[in-house]
Antibody, heavy 115, light 106 residues
């Protein structure tokens, strides 16, 4: 079965960093793009960026440049999202998704930034 | 950057009825638009890509159309499980979501 398994919820302090994971099963991430999407409480979906795991090339929405870093480990079939210098604005659910138009999604990881 | 203006932000319709959501792009997106259904606590579900191509397993009461800058998405024969928030996404130039439409059943 094709699916994306995301890491568990995180409670982090302001100013800290966090790294989320998204492990694929049923397909090889090298064969597709892997994306990350943000949803703040009671807000809509925002595209953060994507990685081509075959060569490591990344693209980001300008809004997330400097905030988000997307990486991938093809040996473990896992994509990662690192968020730095966290503030309350980063409190959100973060989803990973596959492909050109997101045909498979993870269930989301909740990140709460609080002291 | 391409902006996507989605409307309405919410709507209410009767079981068995039909609803239509629109997305207007700030420039031609060459039919590269997808539509998603999102329910609380879950990842969004892809319904349609490339304007009107239905994902396998998605009922034909979901449909999409459009070209250029203007696109629409419809659900006919509304069922209780259609209660959700719906989003459009343009993937012609980077990616941009619409602001979402919350569907309620009367």
């Amino acid at each position: 079965e094709v699916q994306l398994q995301q890491s568990g919820a995180e409670l982090v302090k302001p100013g800290a960093s966090v790294k989320l994971s998204c492990t694929a099963s049923g397909f090889n991430i090298k064969d597709t793009y892997m994306h990350w999407v943000k949803q703040r409480p009671e807000q809509g979906l925002e595209w953060i960026g994507r990685i081509d795991p075959a060569n490591g090339n990344t693209k980001y929405d300008p809004k997330f440049q400097g905030k988000a870093t997307i990486t991938a480990d093809t040996s473990s079939n896992t994509a990662y999202l690192q968020l730095s210098s966290l503030t309350s604005e980063d409190t959100a659910v973060y989803y990973c998704a596959r492909g050109t138009y997101f045909d498979v999604w993870g269930a989301g990881t909740t990140v709460t930034v609080s002291s | 950057d391409i902006q996507m203006t989605q409307s309405p932000s919410s709507l209410s319709a009767s079981l068995g009825g039909k609803v239509t959501i629109t997305c207007k792009a700030s420039q031609d997106i060459n039919k590269y638009i997808a539509w998603y259904q999102h329910k609380p606590g879950k990842g969004p579900r892809l319904l349609i890509h490339y304007t009107s191509t239905l994902q396998p397993g998605i009922p034909s009461r979901f449909s999409g159309s459009g070209s250029g800058r203007d696109y629409s998405f419809s659900i006919s024969n509304l069922e209780p499980e259609d209660i959700a928030t719906y989003y459009c996404l343009q993937y012609d130039n980077l990616l941009t979501f619409g602001s979402g439409t919350k569907l309620e059943i009367k």
